[in-house]
């Protein structure tokens, strides 16, 4: 019989510090879940959901607390979205790989993982900073830049993060941050600088901002997209960007994927700040994204044993979750 065996906080630190509108981190806590029949062993990780106040801490407490039946279609109805319940349901299907003896895409039906074109995160900062971290990424082999915007100075910044990767894709996350601002006369600035998408540019809760706006640049729901429930109120968006935590697990994401998809969404797939065994679940859903952002773990200090590997700017599948060995 299924059964968990514990659940764990873990605290890895930050390559420097990552900077977004709403503060800086060095560090980040994660849950570790572990579950088990006897015979094998699953892991999934959490990163709680900040801004929404979740803690490690109480994520950790709500799986060790947690009575329900230990099925990953049950989970979506006993326990609420969140990083507790992704990382119980990514060591779930962990678990269910290693008793049937094959990879958990093979589980879920969908393709194998490849070598991903990851975007990486340029954090906010001054413009000059901005510009050499743009400059460092891109030596890195990275083609794809997401930038943290504040709603103040984001023209001059993105000015200099282009001249710094003039050949890189550019997208940029507003966190909320151009709510107040005429949003269609930002995105067309950018737009004049080779930015190719906006991600959440106003407030989760007031998506009827966007009514009536005409961007030249698709907008993408983050903050306003969790679960399927969601995608009724997101008609004024283009995309939609896919977390596992905010989802509630790899279940909850392949089926929000789907559901969008067929919605006519665009699909973006990010992450939190979080080790391989967090990103690696995010990966299979991944696959035929319109933009894959799944840094998490390369923006950490260090990573785990097996993780996921960088090569030319490609994310490289490991063998650190999933695999039903």
Known sequence: MNRI?????????????FIISRGAKTSVDVVVCTVGNGAHVGRGEGTPIYYEGETAEACAAAINAYQGPLDREALLGTMPRGAARNALDCALWDLEAKQAGVPVWQLAGVQPPTPLPT?????????????????????????????????????????????????????VDANESWHDLDIAAEAEALAALGVEMVEQPVFHGREDRLAGVKSPLPLCADESCHTRADLDRLGDFDAVNIKLDKAGGLTEALALARAARERGFRIMVGCMLGTSLGIAPAALVAQGADWIDLDGALLLAKDREGGLSLQNGLLQPGSLWGMGQ
């Open 119 to 171: 975007a990486f995160t340029i954090s906010l900062n001054d413009p000059v900073q901005m510009e050499q971290d743009a400059r460092a990424a891109a030596g890195r082999g990275f083609a794809l830049l997401k930038c943290k915007l504040t709603g103040e100075g984001d023209r001059e910044r993105i000015a200099a993060v282009r001249a710094g990767a003039p050949g890189a894709r550019l997208i």
């Open 5 to 17: 065996i514990s659940a764990t906080v873990e605290r890895w630190p930050v390559a420097g510090a």
